[in-house]
């Protein structure tokens, strides 16, 4: 069985930062892209970030970049989103996906899915 679980959430002021994390077990991620989605509420879920198998190339949503860091640990099968400088806008329940295949920015592009983690910033 397959299983994300993603972790690191948490109440957090505004210009503040968390560290996510998203374990993988059941499988090994290593050879694939791994991505970052949120949903606020009344919204539909948006990509975030995605890192590719390599952790070398690295894809941010606009309205992240420069804040956000993703990045993974391939020898622990595990993927990190590191936020800085949090805004309010930012509250959001954080997936973690995978595999990334076909346009990495699209939901339909994954199979796997964590369960959420809930990042509240206040201002």
């Known amino acids: 069985q397959v299983t994300l679980v993603e972790s690191g959430g948490g109440l957090v002021q505004a210009g503040g930062s968390l560290r996510l994390s998203c374990a993988a077990s059941?499988?090994?991620?290593?050879?694939?892209?791994m991505g970052w989605f949120r949903q606020a509420p009344g919204k539909e879920r948006e990509f975030v970030a995605l890192?590719?198998?390599?952790?070398?190339?690295?894809y941010y949503a606009d309205s992240v970049k420069g804040r956000f860091i993703v990045s993974r640990d391939n020898a622990e099968n595990t993927i990190y989103l590191q936020m800085n400088s949090l805004k309010p806008e930012d509250t959001a329940v954080y997936y973690c996906a995978g595999p990334a295949r076909g346009t990495y920015y699209l939901e339909k592009s994954y199979s796997y899915w964590g369960q959420g983690t809930q990042v509240t910033v206040s201002s």
């Open positions: 890192v590719s198998w390599s952790g070398d190339s690295r």
């Open positions: 059941g499988r090994t991620f290593s050879n694939d892209g």
